[in-house]
């Protein structure tokens, strides 16, 4: 049996910049501070990292836990007015197909391993209806280090499969390298593909043990497993 964790922005889906949109109205409307996430690299970071990183930023200062709490959830209210209507959001090619020929398999698990927070991650999801693939996962609600909410989800993974899972039997599929050193981390197998931001080329480079440009052909990844 396999353990599978998905990621979700440039893996299963783009929103078309609703987060980044998201953060910047938060942070305007309750800090003043205009366009937050400029010139701020997002790829891989978990929502609670970028929540600290635009304090630190912006503000000169870390954010005290009320104030990152009140971040979050002024965050998340954005994200559910945003994805709905974003214009750029869209599937990744093959995902439409992959996920229902996955779940249809006994031998394989799906989970999410992503660096949103968990009510971000659903509200990302909700727009393609793919949240039912995905009973449980690790979220960045769970932690800011990307190999511990791993760790959160192979376990919730074994809760919910009435198994423990070997390091071999889980996969960790994202695109970029952070999800490459987190599967390396928890002695997991990494799978890239280059359907996000970071480029074929450079994702190859990552070494991970399987690298896919997308998943259009749903049977090489069937056929791995």
């Not at 954005?78 to 709905?84: H, I, N, S, T």
Request: aromatic share 6%; with cysteine; proline share 3%.
């Amino acid at each position: 049996m396999k353990l599978l964790l998905w990621d979700i922005d440039g893996t299963l889906i783009l929103t078309g910049g609703a987060g980044v949109r998201a953060l910047d109205r938060a942070f305007r409307e309750r800090w003043g501070v205009e366009a937050v996430t400029n010139g701020l690299g997002l790829n891989g970071k978990s929502d609670r990292w970028i929540i600290a990183e635009l304090f630190r930023r912006s503000l000169r200062r870390d954010p005290a836990p009320d104030e990152r709490a009140e971040a979050e959830t002024l965050y998340l209210a954005r994200l559910a007015d945003e994805v709905p209507r974003s214009a750029g959001y869209r599937v990744m090619p093959g995902i439409g197909e992959v996920l229902p020929a996955l779940a249809g398999r006994a031998d394989v698990v799906l989970g999410l391993g992503t660096g949103n927070l968990e009510r971000g991650a659903r509200i990302k999801l909700e727009r393609a209806g793919l949240n039912g693939y995905f009973a449980f996962g690790g979220y960045g609600s769970d932690s800011e280090d990307r190999p511990t909410l791993i760790r959160r989800a192979i376990e919730r993974g074994a809760r919910h499969a009435g198994r423990a899972f070997r390091g071999d039997e889980v996969w960790v599929i994202g695109d970029t390298s952070h999800d490459v050193q987190a599967a390396r981390a928890v002695g997991a197998v990494a799978v890239t593909v280059a359907t996000g931001t970071v480029a074929d080329a450079d994702l190859r480079a990552c070494g991970a043990d399987h690298h896919f440009s997308d998943f259009s052909d749903p049977e090489r990844l069937l056929a791995l497993l």
